[in-house]
């Protein structure tokens, strides 16, 4: 099982900047790749960034060039940085994390954290 916990989500101002942290704990063996999707009220969720575990990204184009995604492996931690912030972008965040094995796969999201956008 692994645990995640979202932080960093907050209120910005229209170009603004907001980093959001995701740390994983439990049994954090095996991850393969870890994700930041956000979902808007009557809206799809949608994925934002990813990172594997070897640290290639991929972004759609609504973010690409504001939102960069790491991780750090010896704090089982992933970030999103987000910069330029629009208003369309105000949501609730949620990290994402695959755990791949020999036996399974397994698939974990966090409590998720809200970002507001406004002037």
């Known amino acids: 099982q692994v645990q995640l916990v979202e932080s960093g989500g907050g209120y910005v101002q229209p170009g603004g900047s907001l980093r959001l942290s995701c740390t994983a704990s439990g049994s954090i063996f095996s991850i393969s790749t870890m994700a930041w999707y956000r979902q808007a009220p009557g809206k799809q969720r949608e994925l934002v960034a990813v990172?594997?575990?070897?640290?290639?990204?991929h972004y759609p184009d609504s973010v690409k060039g504001r939102f960069t995604i790491s991780r750090d492996s010896a704090k089982n931690t992933a970030y999103l940085q987000m910069n330029s912030l629009k208003p369309e972008d105000t949501a609730v965040y949620y990290c994402n994390v695959v755990q791949v094995t020999t036996a399974s796969a397994n698939n974990y999201w966090g409590q998720g954290t809200q970002v507001t956008v406004s002037s």
């Open positions: 990172i594997t575990r070897g640290g290639s990204t």
